[in-house]
């Protein structure tokens, strides 16, 4: 199938169009004059470098009945609303106007399951679970997905909304950077225990997930969670030390006091700036984050990896390594 990717350069952008490129299918991926290609080229897909600007030159580059995958997020932490707009709003209107125009038969966006807040029981949730963003992240989240959803709105093209989980994986710049640089140091930190119950999800899993709603049969616009495997920071310590074949030390910082280290960082940090802590990272760290995603399953998608498994390919270590 005839396939376009925007946000191939980014994270779980770039697992999507691997995943695509190993499923055999036609991957064409539309990216910035500025971007940093330098892995795609490593894959059989097609680089097409556009002005993200111009609605009637992105339209031109996709073609009738193709499917395009929008996979582009502003990723930074301290942001003012207005500024993840830019991206999160304004951008991905303009990607599906895009498709919207030049007939695509499908669009499928990436999103996130952060946008149901953190007021959610321990037990596990599924996508009729009330969304109650709190911070500006989960917030705009929110307004892209129903941005594309007014969009849609008595259109012929097809809308399916993925929401993963936490994700670990390869080319990971943010969660596994920052947790290895302390394991390196011999610490692993935690907030309030560290015992907190969350679903995750490998990256590659994400763009499998990705690959496999080009064939779900949809008759409205569809939103679903997924997810690979439930664990807590303290299992993902344990492996890695197991991993590593070193014990790190734990060191525990009370959510409060994590909570106003967070309020002083993003004080004194400038928007645009990434704070080593925020209140919203913060909250990820200290909250029971579980999701049910059987309605996926349902349509046969089946994740490939466990923590460990994970964890092993992201860091390249081998079994026997």
Known sequence: MKTFVFGATGYLGSHTAEQLARAGHDVVCIVRNSSDCRFLETLPVTIMRQNFDDVVALANAIESGSTVFNCVAETRMHLSDDQR???EIDLT????????????????????VMIYGFERPETAVDESWPVNPKYGYSR??????????????????ELIILRPSNTLGKRDTSALPAIMAGHEKGNFAVIGGGAWNISCMDASDVGRAMVHLLDV??????????????????????????????ET?????????AM?????MEKIHPYGKNPPLTRFSVEVLSTHTLFDDRKI???GFVPQHDLMATLRDALDKPENG
Do not use: C, H
């Not at 209107?93 to 996130?112: D, E, I, M, N, Y």
């Not at 705009?140 to 093209?157: M, N």
């Open 93 to 112: 209107s303009r990607l599906f106007s895009a498709a919207q125009t030049a007939g695509a038969k499908r669009f499928v966006q990436l999103s996130t």
């Open 249 to 257: 030390r734990l060191m525990n910082i009370p959510k409060g006091v």
């Open 217 to 246: 049969s949809v008759t409205q616009p569809e939103i679903y969670l997924v997810k690979g495997f439930d664990t807590t920071w303290l299992d993902i310590k344990l492996a890695l030390d197991t991993l590593y074949g070193k």
């Open 85 to 87: 707009r830019l991206v």
């Open 297 to 299: 399953r349902a349509t």
């Open 140 to 157: 705009i989240a929110r307004e892209r997905e129903q941005a594309l959803l007014d969009l849609q709105a008595g259109s012929d093209i």
């Open 260 to 264: 106003a280290m967070a309020w002083v």
